[in-house]
């Protein structure tokens, strides 16, 4: 493990941890507050951990409650390619590890590259519940998992959890969920195209839902649809 925090120390720029801590929003009363960077592309962040694969999950803990930004990350990229290649009960283990960290994993970042290849791999063949009782929490990060895990079955052309997950968090008050909604129903939408499905169930739950549905959740969702389209459903948004 020190030779990696050494490798990644020696790679991080001053001006890059400048510009991200900006981006991820690490302000007083910002989203990342406090959040620490030291200025790693996400590219060299890969790279890197793919030679530390074999890392234990003591080891992963100790990145997981680093106060550093891409340490966090190193540990979700190497805890994703374990989980690849994992199998029976170390799969469990794998994803009993993730859930007993989500209070770590606290930026969208750290969320999108993880959740769906640890917690939507793991519950693929299994009991979902779990997702919704994620989704009613009112832990920010706990509750983007939830809709982000979904991609996994939503790549398996399996919707509704998807959809169910998203109509819990259709009031939900935080701009950073509505992106994470939208940005699952825009990938069924774009699943449902590519397959050339004619009754749509994205455009069905917009219309069912349209006058909860946030403007930032809506417009995501709208994306890749024709102009026509998009028009069509903003103009029935109250």
Request: charged share 25%.
């Amino acid at each position: 493990m020190n030779e990696l925090i050494s490798e990644l120390q020696a790679i991080a720029t001053p001006e890059r941890a400048k510009a991200s801590a900006w981006f991820f929003k690490t302000g007083k009363g910002q989203y990342g507050e406090g959040d620490v960077f030291i200025g790693i592309t996400t590219p060299d962040l890969r790279a890197i951990c793919k030679k530390y694969g074999s890392l234990s999950l003591e080891n992963l803990q100790v990145l997981l409650n680093d106060p550093i930004h891409e340490y966090r990350m190193a540990a979700l990229m190497i805890l994703v390619n374990q989980m690849k290649k994992a199998k029976g009960d170390a799969q469990k283990s794998i994803y009993d590890f993730y859930l007993k960290n989500t209070k770590q994993i606290n930026n969208w970042d750290l969320v999108d590259a993880s959740a769906r290849d640890i917690v939507g791999y793991y519950l693929f063949d299994k009991d979902r519940q779990i997702l919704y009782d994620m989704a009613h929490t009112n832990h920010l990060w706990t509750q983007r998992i939830a809709i982000i895990a979904s991609w996994y079955f939503i790549n398996k052309n399996q919707y509704e959890d998807t959809f169910r997950i998203a109509e819990i968090l259709l009031s939900h008050k935080h701009d950073l969920i509505h992106k994470a909604v939208g940005w699952m129903l825009r990938e069924i939408w774009k699943r449902e195209e590519a397959g050339g499905i004619e009754a749509k169930q994205v455009e069905q739950f917009l219309k069912k839902n349209i006058s909860r549905i946030p403007r930032t959740a809506l417009r995501y969702s709208l994306e890749k649809m024709t102009e026509e389209r998009r028009k069509y459903f903003m103009t029935l948004r109250p």
